[in-house]
């Protein structure tokens, strides 16, 4: 039994004083990061130890930093270049040779004032009953910063609080956003598996038949589009203001949606017994081909993120999941097994040529899914008896 790692944000709602010394903390530890990374860059040092050794004294001395504050600057550097350089391995910064390649490659990484900073045990501190922290400041240790958290979030901080947590200033307002180690429940043996179809017109749907419609996400996606254009075409400060706070709000309805549909799917496999099926995603953006109106909205819309949030919280609630090959799960028929093009003589719906079963699209692939999963598991928990 492992845990789950869930993060907790609550806001801060400092003094005006406060909140001063908080913003005068996070542009040192930038300005800091910043110096670093050039430090980093210049002489291709990117191990923690090893870069600590070049720029530690520097950072205390001329960033006033505490000791803890300079490891934290250090480490966030040396995270950023492993995360970089994990990118440009895995060709997500352009092919070696691309003009966006060696552009990732000419300059060292650039930490923005307000970019967020980790703070340990050390630095922070954390008093439920009160509501309040104390934290360390380059003015000094900030005792009695208010926060407001629901009473939701106060047990899981209490209980299964680990680690750090991050300061971040964003939209003129101050956040705590910190780890929780939260232990699984053991997995029961599965009734079944429950299979999960992905989609755009539907953005989930079942094996049992629910469909999670994705209109009113497309919606708003759709409404954000067109704000966009209108104000990239502007080219203003307040637009360029407006543009990042619409896109924040779009990932926080984003977000809530696919939260909700998880918790439901989730539910719905815990109250009948079942398992999860889900598709392996890996690629499915290279995979998948549509038409041209589609391919805006397949990559907006987060499948991995919804992915994710299934698992996490069906390895809260017991609730086996696994991941099986979605190829050709929208061709074959669920009733006879019949693989063929012609099944599917329109978006939605789903006719087999062979033995007549008709169904929706979606739910037709659920099944399928659903099949896969019953056969994946047998599969791998064979493997494991026969160890």
């Not at 429950?194 to 994705?214: K, M, W």
């Not at 919280?313 to 669920?334: E, F, H, I, W």
Request: proline share 3%.
């Amino acid at each position: 039994m492992g845990d789950v790692k869930l993060v907790v944000q609550v806001r801060l709602l400092p003094t005006p004083e406060q909140a001063a010394a908080l913003e005068a903390t996070l542009r040192a530890v930038n300005d800091a990061a910043t110096w670093v990374s050039g430090l980093a860059h210049h002489q291709r040092v990117f191990r923690n130890y090893d870069l600590r050794r070049h720029a530690y004294g520097q950072i205390k001395d001329n960033y006033q930093l505490a000791a803890q504050a300079a490891q934290h600057v250090i480490k966030k550097v040396t995270d950023a270049y492993a995360t970089l350089h994990a990118n440009l391995r895995n060709g997500n910064v352009g092919r070696p040779g691309s003009a966006r390649r060696e552009r990732a490659l000419a300059k060292p990484i650039v930490f923005r004032p307000g970019a967020a900073q980790p703070f340990d045990d050390r630095c922070l501190s954390w008093r439920m009953d009160a509501r309040t922290v104390s934290i360390w400041t380059t003015r000094g240790r900030m005792k009695s910063v208010a926060f407001a958290a629901s009473a939701d979030q106060l047990q899981m901080l209490a209980a299964y609080r680990k680690g750090e947590s991050d300061l971040v200033y964003r939209d003129g307002m101050w956040f705590l956003i910190a780890t929780c180690d939260v232990p699984d429940r053991p997995v029961a043996a599965p009734d079944g598996f429950l299979g999960v179809d992905l989609g755009i017109a539907d953005i989930a749907t079942t094996s049992g038949g629910v469909r999670h419609s994705g209109k009113g996400l497309n919606a708003v996606r759709h409404r954000h589009r067109e704000l966009r254009r209108r104000l990239q075409a502007k080219q203003t400060k307040s637009a360029k203001r407006l543009l990042k706070r619409r896109r924040r709000a779009e990932a926080r309805f984003a977000a809530n949606t696919n939260h909700t549909i998880a918790k439901q799917i989730v539910t719905e496999a815990a109250r009948t017994g079942q398992g999860i099926a889900l598709e392996d995603l890996q690629g499915i953006r290279d995979r998948v081909r549509l038409r041209k109106p589609q391919r805006v909205t397949l990559h907006s819309w987060s499948f991995h993120q919804l992915g994710r949030f299934i698992a996490y919280k069906a390895a809260r609630a017991g609730v086996a999941l696994v991941y099986v090959d979605p190829a050709y799960t929208s061709q074959a028929c669920s009733a006879c097994g019949h693989v063929d093009k012609k099944n599917r003589p329109d978006q939605a719906g789903f006719a087999c040529t062979s033995c007549g079963f008709a169904e929706h699209a979606d739910v037709n692939a659920a099944r399928n899914i659903a099949s896969r999963g019953v056969a994946g598991w047998a599969v791998s928990h064979a493997a494991d008896d026969a160890a």
